[in-house]
C-alpha cells in the first residue's frame, strides 16, 4: 500500500517540476524564437507612421522590446520603456516636444514582465540604438552587459537633454556594462558587415546607420525557418518599408540623423524583401506587424 502512495508522490512531483520548467521557459518555448514585450503604447496620427496616410485617422505606435530565445539563452533587443521613464521624462523631454512624444500609461517594463514570468537571466540587452523610447529600460538590468555599435556608444557619451534622443538619465552612470558589438563575421543577407551572435546563422546583427550613425538590425531565424528581421526606427512601419519611404517630413527632421543614409538603408531593407521570400521585417513601433505576431508570453517560433 506504501509503495502505491509513494508513486503517486513522486510521479506528482515529477509533473509540478515539469510544468515548473515549462513555465520557466514560457509556454512551449522554441529551441530559437523570440517574443515581443509591449511594454507601452500611444496613439499617433496614421500619417505619421504610413506614407500616404490620413492625418485624421489614429493607429497605435508600440514601445516594445524583443526577447530572442537561442537554446538555452536569453537576449533582450531594445528594453522599451522601463521602470523609470516617468522621471526620465520629466528630467530630459524638453517641454515644447511633448506635444510630439508621449506614451501611455500604465508602462510595464521589460524588466517587470521578465521577472514575473520566472525567465532564467538575461545574457544581455542588445540596443538598435540609444533614443529615449528603445534605451528606458537599460538601468533596469545592472548585471548584464548592454550591448551596442561604435559609433553608438559616441552617441551614448555625447547624450543630452533637451532633444528626443539619446538621454543622459536613462545611458549615464557608472552602473552600465557597456559592451561595444565587433562586427566581425562577414557579409551577410547583403549586408557588408554583421555578427552572428552563436555562429550558427540564426541570430546576426547588422549595422543600418542613417537614423543614428551606430543603429543596428537583428535576424532572427526561428525554428520553422522563417526569417524575421528587425529593424529598430530605420522605418516605423512595414508599410513605410514597402513604399520605400523615408519617414513623414516633419517627422524626419526631428529624429533621423541623416536622412539620405536613412533612406538608403530603408531601400536596402525593401530589396531584401523583395528578393527574400519569406522574410518578415518588424520595425520597433509597429503595432500593426506586432498585434498579429502576438505578445509574451507568446513565442514565435
Ligand atoms: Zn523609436
Given at each position: 500500500m506504501f509503495r502505491p502512495v509513494l508513486a503517486k508522490l513522486l510521479l506528482a512531483l515529477a509533473l509540478s517540476n515539469s510544468v515548473a520548467t515549462s513555465l520557466a521557459a514560457g509556454?512551449?518555448?522554441?529551441d530559437v524564437g523570440f517574443a515581443i514585450i509591449k511594454t507601452s503604447q500611444v496613439a499617433v496620427r496614421e500619417g505619421m507612421l504610413v506614407p500616404?496616410?490620413?492625418?485624421?485617422k489614429q493607429i497605435n505606435s508600440n514601445f516594445s522590446a524583443f526577447l530572442i530565445k537561442h537554446r538555452q539563452d536569453y537576449l533582450l533587443f531594445d528594453t522599451g520603456m522601463g521602470r523609470q521613464i516617468d522621471s526620465q521624462y520629466q528630467q530630459d523631454m524638453p517641454m515644447w516636444l511633448r506635444l510630439f512624444f508621449k506614451y501611455d500609461h500604465p508602462v510595464v517594463s521589460a524588466r517587470e514582465q521578465l521577472d514575473k514570468a520566472g525567465?532564467?537571466?538575461?545574457?544581455r540587452v542588445i540596443l538598435s540604438h540609444s533614443h529615449w523610447d528603445h534605451a528606458?529600460?537599460?538601468?533596469?538590468?545592472?548585471e548584464v552587459k548592454i550591448g551596442v555599435s561604435a559609433p553608438e556608444k559616441d552617441a551614448i557619451d555625447h547624450a543630452r537633454s533637451?532633444?528626443?534622443?539619446?538621454?543622459p538619465s536613462q545611458v549615464?552612470?557608472?552602473?552600465v556594462q557597456w559592451e561595444i558589438l565587433d562586427f566581425k563575421s562577414g557579409p551577410y543577407k547583403g549586408y557588408a558587415q554583421s555578427l552572428d551572435?552563436?555562429?550558427?546563422?540564426?541570430v546576426v546583427l547588422v549595422p543600418m546607420p542613417?537614423?543614428?550613425?551606430?543603429s543596428i538590425g537583428l535576424f532572427v531565424t526561428v525554428d520553422s525557418g522563417a526569417v524575421y528581421f528587425f529593424?529598430?526606427?530605420?522605418?516605423?512601419?512595414q508599410d513605410a518599408v514597402l513604399a520605400g519611404a523615408p519617414k513623414f517630413w516633419a517627422a524626419e527632421l526631428l529624429v533621423d540623423k541623416n536622412t539620405s543614409q536613412t533612406l538608403a538603408s530603408v531601400t536596402q531593407v525593401r530589396t531584401l524583401q523583395q528578393i527574400a521570400s519569406g522574410l518578415v521585417v518588424v520595425p520597433a513601433h509597429d503595432s500593426k506587424v506586432q498585434d498579429a505576431l502576438g505578445y509574451f508570453p507568446n513565442w514565435v517560433k
Open positions: 509556454s512551449s518555448a522554441p500616404g496616410g490620413s492625418f485624421l525567465l532564467p537571466p538575461l545574457r528606458s529600460g537599460v538601468l533596469d538590468f545592472p533637451g532633444a528626443a534622443t539619446t538621454w549615464t552612470g557608472a552602473a551572435l552563436y555562429q550558427d546563422g540564426t542613417g537614423h543614428t550613425p551606430g529593424i529598430g526606427d530605420v522605418a516605423w512601419t
